[in-house]
């Protein structure tokens, strides 16, 4: 079946790079995403890479994709305190009409 | 810019009252949907809207109802709340059934 799993929690020192990974079971996917949630907000597009890519950096953001293993991992660099959220890694499946399935979200906290 | 507008914040129901939640866009996007997020669980859809006129069942559509009143809105009713349907509920649209999605801020819905 269809599923995306992701570690639940994470903890960095601020300035560390954080690396956020999520592996996924359907082969079929077009786009896999990485949204950002900070308390009490909804959910921010942070990233997204097609399916036929191995990588695409953003600033500090670098996401890699794995398509043989089924993994897909962000990377912050230099992490801030502003970075502290719940990440969420999903995908769309190709032929499937408005289909997103998403991790559970991985909290990444911050220590000094 | 607004992008996804949600209506209300925060709502307190008793079980058994009823209570449409309202979501609009102004990106001009085709397709909208509405998800339910639980603690652990990620995000769930309910229902979604491809386009216009047009409005389909999500993963978890029992016990609520849509209506997609024009392309920029679309509601999510519960005719008769139960506990189990506490939860923060998000609208989200995209200009396309594959396309990133864009969210809202979301509805608290606590039924006692």
């Known amino acids: 079946g269809e599923d995306v799993e992701q570690s639940l929690f994470l903890s960095v020192r601020e300035g560390d790079s954080s690396v956020i990974n999520c592996t996924y079971t359907?082969?079929?996917?077009?786009?896999l995403y990485w949204y950002k949630q900070e308390p009490g907000a909804g959910l921010q597009l942070l990233t997204y890479i097609f399916s036929n890519m191995d990588m695409k950096q953003d600033q500090r953001l670098t996401v890699l994709l794995n398509k043989k293993d089924k993994h897909l991992s962000l990377r912050i660099a230099d992490t801030q305190t502003g970075d502290s959220a719940i990440y969420f890694c999903a995908e769309t499946l190709f032929g499937s009409a408005s289909k997103i399935i998403f991790g559970s979200g991985t909290r990444l906290s911050i220590r000094p | 810019n607004a992008g996804v507008t949600q209506t209300p914040k925060f709502q307190v129901l008793k079980t058994g009252q009823s209570m449409t939640l309202q979501c609009a866009q102004d990106?001009?996007?085709?397709?909208m949907y509405w998800y339910r997020q639980d603690p652990g669980m990620g995000l769930r859809l309910i229902y979604y809207?491809?386009?216009?006129?047009?409005?389909d069942k999500g993963e978890v559509p029992n016990g609520y109802n849509v209506s997609r009143l024009n392309k920029r809105e679309f509601s999510l009713r519960l005719e008769s709340a139960a506990p189990s349907q506490t939860s923060v509920y998000f609208c989200a649209s995209s200009t396309g059934s594959d396309q990133p999605q864009h969210f809202g801020d979301g509805t608290r819905l606590s039924i006692l």
């Open positions: 359907d082969s079929s996917s077009t786009y």
């Open positions: 809207s491809a386009s216009e006129g047009t409005t």
């Open positions: 990106m001009n996007h085709n397709s």
